[in-house]
């Protein structure tokens, strides 16, 4: 064999050590233990959107804790939702070759990897919601909680009409690659019970892998697509990551009708504070790591599409960090 036709060792990569680092390998069932959890919250107030808006500071604080409760249901049954329908679905075309892109060989492994853990995190994330209704009294809402997967395939199916495979790889990247408030503060917030912030900790420690992962996983892509799936990837982007994090209104409604508000007011409370989608500083806080990644690709020097990022009000990720998980809305 000549020193050519040496292969050469790829490098390490994020999920080299899964076997002995997987929450689904390691991991233990999470329980609650109501004994040493009298006096905490399930889910901090703070990071209920609409808990600061007029309509529902006036509601007696039973009905708030039920609102924090149900929060806490929408984001873990969420969470179910996206893992499987949104990250798997990606996450499979790669395992099995069908993303039509030449990618490594071994990304194939990695992204069964990623199949497994999202998969357990959507069985966790179910069995802590039910746990959490059976201690409480506090009923799981029959609502739709997969709703914004719906709306996440309008959105790519608009953005990307003729190119479905590359619209649920770039969808996955987004949520994979944002930040979210919820894995990055509640494991660290001792007001909450420990059951849920001990799940979450397990969740962000496989989701830093992921992300990881997908951002490789996208830079590796972006070398493969033709000067046309570029452009349309780079106008597409904005919109998934805007979507991404536009909160799914139906079961917030729901929510603000089981405490009590009438249905008018749960209307204006969800337009109020949820419609709109987070704040301009917010959006591109929680998105920094998804900017930097594109600013790292040379998305942003594609003709026109710094101008439609910021027409959708997003940087161009420059000062930003690059750590983080995927937000649930």
């Given at each position: 064999?000549?020193?050519?036709?040496?292969?050469?060792?790829?490098?390490?990569?994020?999920?080299?050590?899964?076997?002995?680092?997987?929450?689904?390998?390691?991991?233990?069932?999470?329980?609650?233990?109501?004994?040493?959890?009298?006096?905490?919250?399930?889910?901090?107030?703070?990071?209920?959107?609409?808990?600061?808006?007029?309509?529902?500071?006036?509601?007696?604080?039973?009905?708030?804790?039920?609102?924090?409760?149900?929060?806490?249901?929408?984001?873990?049954?969420?969470?179910?939702?996206?893992?499987?329908?949104?990250?798997?679905?990606?996450?499979?075309?790669?395992?099995?070759?069908?993303?039509?892109?030449?990618?490594?060989?071994?990304?194939?492994?990695?992204?069964?990897?990623?199949?497994?853990?999202?998969?357990?995190?959507?069985?966790?994330?179910?069995?802590?919601?039910?746990?959490?209704?059976?201690?409480?009294?506090?009923?799981?809402?029959?609502?739709?909680?997969?709703?914004?997967?719906?709306?996440?395939?309008?959105?790519?199916?608009?953005?990307?009409?003729?190119?479905?495979?590359?619209?649920?790889?770039?969808?996955?990247?987004?949520?994979?690659?944002?930040?979210?408030?919820?894995?990055?503060?509640?494991?660290?917030?001792?007001?909450?019970?420990?059951?849920?912030?001990?799940?979450?900790?397990?969740?962000?420690?496989?989701?830093?892998?992921?992300h990881r992962f997908f951002s490789a996983l996208f830079r590796e892509a972006w070398t493969h697509l033709s000067a046309a799936d570029r452009a349309a990837a780079a106008h597409a982007l904005p919109e998934l990551i805007r979507t991404a994090l536009t909160w799914d209104l139906a079961p917030v409604r729901g929510s603000l009708r089981l405490a009590g508000l009438?249905?008018?007011?749960?209307?204006?409370?969800?337009?109020?504070?949820?419609?709109?989608?987070?704040?301009?500083?917010?959006?591109?806080?929680?998105?920094?790591?998804?900017?930097?990644?594109?600013?790292?690709?040379?998305?942003?020097?594609?003709?026109?599409?710094?101008?439609?990022?910021?027409?959708?009000?997003?940087?161009?990720?420059?000062?930003?960090?690059?750590?983080?998980?995927?937000?649930?809305?």
């Amino acid at each position: 064999m000549t020193p050519s036709d040496t292969p050469r060792p790829h490098p390490p990569g994020p999920l080299d050590r899964w076997y002995e680092q997987a929450g689904v390998r390691t991991g233990v069932r999470r329980m609650f233990h109501e004994e040493t959890e009298r006096g905490k919250v399930f889910f901090p107030v703070a990071l209920v959107p609409y808990a600061g808006h007029d309509a529902v500071r006036e509601l007696p604080p039973e009905r708030l804790r039920e609102l924090t409760v149900r929060h806490l249901y929408q984001f873990l049954l969420s969470t179910t939702h996206l893992e499987t329908r949104v990250v798997n679905t990606a996450a499979e075309a790669v395992a099995n070759g069908r993303t039509g892109l030449d990618l490594p060989a071994a990304l194939r492994p990695d992204a069964f990897k990623v199949y497994c853990d999202e998969g357990y995190h959507a069985l966790y994330s179910l069995d802590l919601a039910d746990q959490i209704a059976a201690v409480t009294g506090i009923a799981i809402p029959d609502q739709d909680y997969g709703g914004f997967v719906d709306r996440l395939r309008g959105s790519a199916h608009r953005a990307l009409p003729g190119a479905p495979a590359l619209a649920g790889l770039l969808q996955a990247v987004v949520f994979e690659t944002l930040i979210t408030a919820v894995l990055n503060e509640v494991p660290g917030d001792e007001s909450v019970v420990r059951v849920v912030r001990d799940l979450l900790r397990d969740h962000a420690r496989d989701e830093g892998r992921h992300h990881r992962f997908f951002s490789a996983l996208f830079r590796e892509a972006w070398t493969h697509l033709s000067a046309a799936d570029r452009a349309a990837a780079a106008h597409a982007l904005p919109e998934l990551i805007r979507t991404a994090l536009t909160w799914d209104l139906a079961p917030v409604r729901g929510s603000l009708r089981l405490a009590g508000l009438d249905p008018d007011t749960a209307r204006r409370v969800a337009a109020d504070c949820c419609a709109a989608g987070p704040d301009p500083r917010r959006l591109n806080e929680t998105a920094r790591s998804t900017l930097r990644l594109c600013a790292a690709v040379g998305v942003f020097e594609l003709p026109g599409a710094r101008e439609h990022f910021a027409a959708h009000g997003l940087g161009d990720g420059h000062g930003s960090g690059d750590d983080g998980h995927e937000e649930t809305p």
